[in-house]
């Protein structure tokens, strides 16, 4: 794992309270997986955990890390002050990643690619991994935003992509699981196995939980947490997950940072 | 000029004096930044003579200088640390301190005695100071005749030196350090979490969904130090001194007021190199300040 300072190459916002930075960080970049975030840490002593943040994409040709974050609170603030040239302390890789070889099925002929709001920028990395993995199945992908979208061209070359938009100010009105449910039925295609790869907030992953019930979907679900350390040494983003069993389900805790943040979506269970 | 950074603590000896804290250090996960076997001691985190599921979330969250952590000791049990965490540890060349928690003298009794003969560990540390569970752990802490009571249960069983860790939230900290001698205790730690609390404006609720969490990091860094500094000067028991340390500088003034050794917590959340950054740059800090012998510095302050 890498830890250390990494050069701000350049910063953007792309919306009010929405930053993009590109980080040249060879090390991640180079071997990062879908569905990782890294940890990056202020040097402002008032500050002091570090802060998660997903990988939206990388380029390991050029060595670079692509991260879109959201000015939440201090730290994220901090971060979007920075000015390019830099230098930031990051740890990562972090987490586990999506697993794409669930896609690898002969049954498997529809993948599914769903993000909402700040889970967006993950799946496109994700996006671009499974297309260069299975150009041949369709991947479709839905991403959810409060309004106009900050990123989406972005996604066009790795499948069909749909936006929702919660007051319809792009593509369709209401939320990503709205837009699936008329697709699927505008579409005829009800009887496809698939994977559902998702991130976002809980309210939507708990909505897609009980939507692919429904259907065949196997489903990845991304999570978010208030975390500590970041690399499973504090037991502070606890998630808990069923277990199945013989005599009803049990239950097992597993770490947001160091296990997850991706689980089995049929496992999770949300508070 | 040549430093020496060896303390014996109670009797055991430490090759310097950091020491994680118990609950920010993971050997497995936190070994992936550097050898464990530089540090005095490690602290594994508390355990149970049964799982414990822990707190609800969030657990976490930043303060100024500072964090509240609501964990509630989750931990796997007792008998998973006998077949993995425990034996882990036998690759490395430092020494092993477990950190005990329970519900009642009963609960404390047990895990002590299921950790007996575990020849990997080298010392307990007795957790009556825990802020985050509802029935043990604090109370015992903050009541000088349960805390001897508990502390003189687990000295009966116990085949390791035995440290008492005591909690800062009480009126007189040296009444419960001399509770803890009483009840036979070999050492103190100090200090565990400050009870703490934060509330987010926007939902007008508390941060923590306890509500109220353990209030550890840089900015309680005076109150351990103040707290290490009277308990050195009302007991004869060798101190770990423990809070907001987060620099060379930090120990030597902790050792000053008392401690013979230190923990290294919160600061492992900061920068997860901490306690190699702090050993690395106790030498030259050590020079700086004419010490030859660390041990020599411990409880200088009059």
Sequence with gaps: MFYGKARLI?????????FEMILDLPEIAQTAVPGQFVDLYTEDPSLLLPRPISICDTDPAAGTVRLIYAVVGKGTDYFSRLADGSMIRVSGPLGNGYPLDEADSPFVTEIYVVGGGLGVPPMLFLAKELYKRYPDKPIRIFNGFRSVPWIEADFEPYGEVFSASDDG????????????????VMAKDMDHEGVLYACGPVPMLKALQNWQTMYELHSFFSLEARMGCGYGACAGCPVRLRVPGMDGDGERLASVCKDGPVFNGEEVIFA | MKTELKVDFAGV????????????????????????????????????????????????????????????LQNPGAAEYLAHEIPYMEQFDTKVIVNLAGHSIEEYERVTEMLCGADR????????????????????????????????????????????????????????????????????????????????????KPVIANKLGGFSGPAIFPVALRMVYQCAKAVKLPIIGVGGIASAEDVLEMMMAGATAVQVGAENLRDPYACKRIIEALPETMTRYGIRSISEIVGVTD
């Design chain 2, 121 to 204: 560990i080298d010392m307990f540390e007795l957790n009556i100071s825990c802020p985050n569970v509802k029935e043990g752990g604090m109370t015992f802490g903050t009541d000088a005749r349960m805390a001897e009571q508990v502390v003189k249960a687990v000295k009966r069983i116990a085949d390791k030196p035995l440290i008492v860790k005591l909690s800062p939230n009480v009126t007189d900290i040296t009444e419960i350090a001399r509770a803890a001698v009483a009840g036979g205790a070999d050492a103190l730690s100090l200090i565990n979490t400050l009870l703490g609390m934060r509330i987010d404006l926007r939902t007008r």
């Design chain 1, 169 to 184: 100010a792009s593509g369709f009105m209401g939320n990503v699981i709205d837009a699936m449910e008329y697709r699927r």
């Design chain 1, 10 to 18: 350049r910063q953007r916002k792309l919306a009010d309270g929405i």
């Design chain 2, 13 to 72: 000896p430490l090759k310097n004096p950091l020491v994680t804290a118990s609950g920010t250090y993971n050997p497995e996960a936190s070994g992936q930044f550097y050898d464990p076997s530089i540090l005095g001691a490690v602290t594994l985190k508390g355990v149970s003579a049964e799982a414990w599921q822990g707190n609800p979330t969030p657990r976490i969250a930043e303060t100024y200088g500072g964090m509240l952590n609501s964990v509630g």
